[in-house]
């Protein structure tokens, strides 16, 4: 992959903005925030077409809540054409991380996402796409 060089100017709020970003993320350098950030951008909007994308849904639950997992499961059946794999973690005695690999147009992938994240019990859930070229 070559590298193309150009010039940016930015308002000196940005700029502050630009390197806080840097710095919280720990990246290399200004250039390597910016081609994150334009890739991202660009990602996002395949998912607005429709495209097909790849990726996965984090769910963090208590591991006691059986019925979590019984929905979880419901909801993954009828979603078995996105679904690459499930596999599941116990972080302690009481939290439990089950992450879905998924591959599919962009608007089934997040209609599954919303469908995990929204049962009831689920503290932390996030869908996360990239582009599947």
């Not at 962009?106 to 929204?118: F, G, N």
Request: charged share 30%.
């Amino acid at each position: 992959m070559s590298v193309s060089r150009f010039g940016v100017s930015l308002d000196e709020d940005l700029l502050k903005d630009l390197d806080e970003f840097v710095a919280d993320n720990q990246f290399a350098n200004r250039s390597q925030a910016i081609r994150h950030l334009i890739e991202k951008y660009l990602t996002e909007e395949k998912w607005k077409c429709d495209n097909i994308v790849a990726g996965a849904v984090v769910l963090v639950f208590n591991n006691q809540k059986r019925e979590i997992l019984k929905k979880s499961s419901e909801i993954q059946f009828e979603y078995s054409d996105v679904i690459l794999s499930v596999q599941g973690f116990y972080l302690n005695e009481v939290n439990y991380m089950e992450i879905i690999a998924v591959k599919g147009p962009s608007k089934r992938l997040t209609e599954i996402s919303e469908k995990l994240i929204s049962i009831k019990g689920i503290e932390h859930g996030k869908l996360v796409m990239s582009k599947a070229q």
